[in-house]
């Protein structure tokens, strides 16, 4: 016991307040870089030692199966070297091979194998491997307990089947994909069939809730579950067999869970019903040697778009706590000591995430020294931003020989923005990857548009013909393209001979004759223009004469939306190609672009540069970190600056990329960039201006905004900024009305900045404005009413 108390006093008093945190409810809200994980670990064993918890009765849920193998090997390490030191009186490292086996084979056996540690979907599989053949469905659905799990692909095929051949719906009104989408949101919000009928009252809504109860039925006859049924079932189970509730309710009597702020409304209700056996929150106070611990940060979450709702940890106070102020409550910890990050990094962190008003009240405290300040630069356009990070990082590497090439970053808001910087990286011999996705020329749709481009550079391409051919959908099934590759073959001619033949594609075609006549149409148009049009035309001609954009866009979903905007980076690296070369033809441009994307030269094992979305990013550190496009209408994107909610997602999303950084942040934007290839003029990120500048240094005098945002912070996060910058600030008294003209500049809390162009004034003291926003348009704006501030000249 007394090991094991030195080992605690390694731990801060928060950290220590929440490991040693016995039966009840508690709240851990845990800041960036602030050492959940080992509070998550070691709470579990100061259960096991101090309180002598039996393992099985507790059950740790991660966000990711990689976090689930972290935790149990730092929960195996911490107990083994607390047995070698029991045991032989020495570290664990001191001992033999055999003597360090042998002894974690004991740590195994009895203490890690026998914890519930894992992610939601991989624990509720478990729980259904004992009991799923005790439920039925309402529409009397029944599986054994050999169920298959079906997975994303697997699941998609079911849909559209179901779509196509079963209810023989037009897949464009009704994409198979889209429908799958929706099907899945109803089970993460724990919906029925007949729910979504009721909740969607439109015939779109009867038709989902048709597809889903034909897909489940499909599932059950396959003895098949998706991976939401992993997550929803359980709880329809609990929901329906009391005893099996009690079981599990008395088997797992300390639950902890990882993430909370990213978890489901379906996820939820899982939890909720373990811990409290299916009494109302509100009323149960069974606590006697029982406790649920979750650990989460609501200023990190950023996956609403998977259903995640932070709402829910903001509401565990109301929930399980005891609903106290936060200086007052027993059943909330804020972890707020900030291990990773420099201080000037976590000033820049804290003064951006104030301005959201739906958080909890914290500051991240360093624990570090000041470090270099945070590099805010404005460039001429997006090519010249990739040139400026790319040669910043060789710079750094050159005169920091402890950085190597994987110890740097660069995070943006959507996978269209990587090519610049592929390119650069590419020409200038830096290796690098792609986290979380393909390199720009490997995505689908990239290679998609390539496809037709060399099926036309070279009519002998079989293989980019056979890509294109049914991309988009045009009704060109697989027993059509076989019947015309094999003649083909057995003529000894190219695929293109026999599809440019009319009266060959009649014989052969079929019913997609017309089909296959209209696509080889489509190429040749295009190959007899060669020698007379740009690459960029041809580009620009293909994806509108195709349909490729158009069949994206009736998709509607942000998937589409991301391959869209590849499309468009597409057309924007012609343009730049033939802007800098002075061979403008595709097949210039083609061969450029295969060089560009040539993974030859990288060894999988060498360091690299990671690029990443800042969805991606999450749970990740590097020492050097460049955040870039920070636009309006970029970051944040379009979509959210009409809706206050996504916008403080956004803001989030932006602290999560500003806190991924140790050592080094810089940040960037650039005064124009290229849409669907005319150059268009950025206006700075509203979050650009809501950072101290105390804690910037810029190459440029515009480049860190010079206007101020009106404080959106609640009174009492202003008072704790206050208090823990050690300096008082006077109210600003509330501004009168101010009389605007034709000319001024003004910034606007959602739009950026903008010009005002006309005034209204219709005699009454009710004076409109119309302001032109770049990148948006034009907006008439009441200017008592609309969140603005006039930007001095």
């Known amino acids: 016991m007394t090991q094991f108390t030195d080992f605690l006093s390694h731990l801060n008093p928060s950290q ?95 203490i890690t194998k026998p914890l519930w540690i894992g992610t939601f979907h991989a624990l509720c599989a478990r729980i259904l491997r004992f009991d799923i053949d005790k439920y039925q469905s309402r529409e009397g659905h029944t599986w054994t307990k050999t169920f298959s799990i079906f997975d994303d692909s697997d699941s998609q095929d079911l849909v559209k089947d179901i779509v196509v051949n079963e209810l023989n719906l037009d897949d464009k009104k009704f994409n198979p994909r889209n429908v799958r989408y929706d099907i899945s949101n109803a089970k993460n919000q724990g919906w029925s069939p007949q729910d979504v009928e009721r909740e969607i009252s439109s015939y779109k809504g009867r038709v989902i809730a048709d597809v889903y109860s034909r897909y489940q039925a499909r599932l059950a006859a396959n003895n098949a579950l998706d991976f939401d049924d992993l997550i929803l079932i359980p709880v329809q189970l609990f929901r329906q067999n009391e005893q099996v509730l009690a079981y599990w309710h008395q088997r797992f009597r300390h639950i902890l869970v990882d993430e909370y702020q990213d978890t489901n409304r379906t996820q939820y209700d899982l939890i909720r019903l373990l811990v409290t056996n299916g009494e109302d929150t509100r009323t149960f106070e069974q606590w006697q040697h029982r406790s649920v611990f979750v650990v989460g940060d609501a200023d990190q979450s950023i996956y609403s778009f998977r ?40 000033q820049v962190a804290n003064h951006l995430i104030e301005n959201n008003t739906e958080r909890i009240d914290k500051v991240l ?105 049914n991309t988009p959908r045009r009704g060109i099934g697989k027993t059509t393209i076989d019947r015309l590759q094999t003649a083909a073959q057995e003529l000894g001619v190219p695929l293109w001979e026999i599809l440019s033949d009319e009266t060959s594609v009649a014989t052969l075609a079929g ?34 004469d195709t349909g490729y954009i158009s069949d994206l866009k009736a998709q509607g ?66 020492p050097v970190v460049f955040l870039v496009g920070l636009e309006q209408g970029l970051f944040p994107n379009f979509r959210s600056m009409q809706d206050p909610a996504s916008l403080e997602e956004e803001r989030r999303l932006c602290y999560v990329g ?9 940040i960037s934007h650039a005064r124009s960039r290229r849409l669907w290839g005319s150059r268009e003029s950025a206006t700075p990120s509203l979050f650009l201006a809501e950072l101290p500048r105390e804690f910037l240094i810029a190459n440029t005098a515009t480049a860190v905004p010079n206007y101020r945002i009106q404080s959106t912070i609640p009174e009492r996060q202003q008072q704790r900024r206050a208090a823990t910058q050690k300096s008082s600030k006077e109210e600003t008294p509330a501004k009168p009305a101010e009389k605007w003209s034709v000319g001024d500049r003004l910034i606007h809390k959602s739009f950026g900045v903008g010009q005002v162009t006309h005034v209204f004034d219709n005699g009454s003291n009710k004076v409109h404005i119309a302001v032109k926003f770049p990148g948006i348009g034009q907006k008439i704006l009441d200017p008592r009413l609309a969140p603005l501030e006039r930007v001095m000249q």
């Open 511 to 544: 019913r997609s004759a017309k089909s296959v006549t209209r696509f080889a149409e489509i190429l040749e148009t295009w190959r007899s223009r060669l020698d007379e049009v740009s690459a960029s035309q041809i580009v620009q001609g293909i994806i509108e």
């Open 658 to 666: 500003i806190t991924r950084a140790q050592e080094r942040l810089f």
């Open 16 to 110: 220590r307040q929440a490991v040693e945190h016995f039966c009840g409810p508690l709240l851990v809200v845990a800041g960036a870089g602030s050492g959940k994980t080992r509070a998550l670990t070691y709470r579990i064993a100061n259960l096991v030692l101090t309180h002598r918890v039996d393992p099985e009765s507790i059950l740790a849920v991660t966000f990711t199966n990689k976090a689930a193998r972290e935790m149990k090997e730092r929960i195996e390490k911490l107990f083994a070297e607390r047995k070698a030191q029991a045991d032989h009186g020495k570290p664990l490292n001191l001992l033999t091979p055999y003597e360090q086996t042998k002894l974690r084979s004991q740590v195994y056996k009895e």
């Open 307 to 346: 259903a995640a709702d932070f709402k829910i940890l903001m509401g565990f106070q109301a929930d399980f706590g005891d609903g106290l102020p936060d200086d007052d409550t027993r059943t909330m910890v804020k972890l707020e000591e900030n291990y990773r990050s420099t201080q000037n990094i976590l």
């Open 557 to 622: 979903t942000d998937e589409a939306l991301d391959r869209i905007q590849n499309v468009e980076e597409l057309y924007n690296a012609v343009l730049q190609y033939e802007e800098e070369n002075e061979d403008t033809t595709l097949t210039g441009f083609l061969s450029n672009a295969s060089l560009a994307s040539d993974r030859d030269s990288n060894n999988e094992e060498e360091e690299r540069v990671s690029l990443m979305t800042l969805h991606s990013s999450k749970g990740l550190e590097f």
């Open 365 to 469: 405290k360093p624990t570090r020294g000041a470090g270099e300040p945070i590099g805010c630069f404005c460039f001429d356009d997006e090519r010249e931003e990739a040139e400026a990070v790319v040669s910043q990082i060789r710079t750094l590497n050159q005169i920091h020989p402890d950085l190597n090439w994987g110890d740097f970053a660069i995070l943006y808001r959507t996978n269209a923005q990587s090519r610049s910087f592929e390119e650069v990286l590419v020409r200038t011999n830096v290796p690098y990857t792609v986290v979380g996705g393909l390199r720009f020329y490997d995505r689908k749709e990239v290679k998609d548009i390539v496809g037709y481009l060399r099926a036309i550079a070279n009519p002998s391409d079989s293989v980019s013909l056979l890509r294109v051919i």
